[in-house]
């Protein structure tokens, strides 16, 4: 009985252990502005989470390492990232869909008509 409760204990443990999935990458700022905060959200969801920079910033030229772990029933990889590179609230910009799974780094950068666009590192 005791290696029975012992089993059932190991696996619930493990199934946690398996919710809770990590999710780190790196974030890298090539854009010529500073980023003021960073969003993640599931792409099914519609609200997005709390800054998630660890610093106040992220000056142009800077990385920082992203670590966060994600709570889903299951692996939940495709994410959608709101970068704040402004004062105002609608100065923002999206990445859609971005696989958190398999991406070690996104690379920020802004073409000659001042738009967004992200390189990613597997």
């Given at each position: 009985?005791k290696?029975?409760l012992a089993?059932i204990t190991?696996i619930?443990?493990f199934a946690?252990?398996?919710a809770?999935?990590?999710l780190?990458?790196?974030?890298?700022?090539q854009?010529g502005?500073?980023?003021?905060?960073?969003?993640?959200?599931?792409?099914?969801d519609?609200?997005?989470?709390s800054?998630?920079?660890?610093?106040s910033?992220l000056?142009?030229?800077?990385?920082?390492r992203?670590?966060?772990?994600?709570?889903t029933d299951d692996t939940?990889?495709?994410?959608?990232?709101?970068?704040d590179?402004?004062?105002?609230?609608?100065?923002?910009?999206?990445?859609?869909?971005v696989?958190?799974?398999?991406?070690?780094?996104?690379?920020?950068?802004?073409?000659?008509d001042?738009e967004y666009?992200?390189e990613i590192?597997l």
């Amino acid at each position: 009985m005791k290696k029975l409760l012992a089993l059932i204990t190991l696996i619930f443990a493990f199934a946690q252990i398996n919710a809770q999935t990590k999710l780190d990458f790196i974030l890298e700022n090539q854009t010529g502005d500073i980023l003021y905060g960073m969003h993640i959200s599931s792409s099914t969801d519609s609200e997005w989470g709390s800054d998630i920079i660890p610093s106040s910033v992220l000056g142009d030229g800077d990385d920082v390492r992203i670590t966060f772990n994600a709570v889903t029933d299951d692996t939940e990889c495709e994410w959608d990232i709101k970068l704040d590179s402004g004062f105002s609230e609608d100065d923002f910009r999206v990445i859609l869909g971005v696989d958190l799974c398999s991406v070690r780094k996104i690379t920020v950068y802004k073409n000659e008509d001042g738009e967004y666009y992200s390189e990613i590192e597997l």
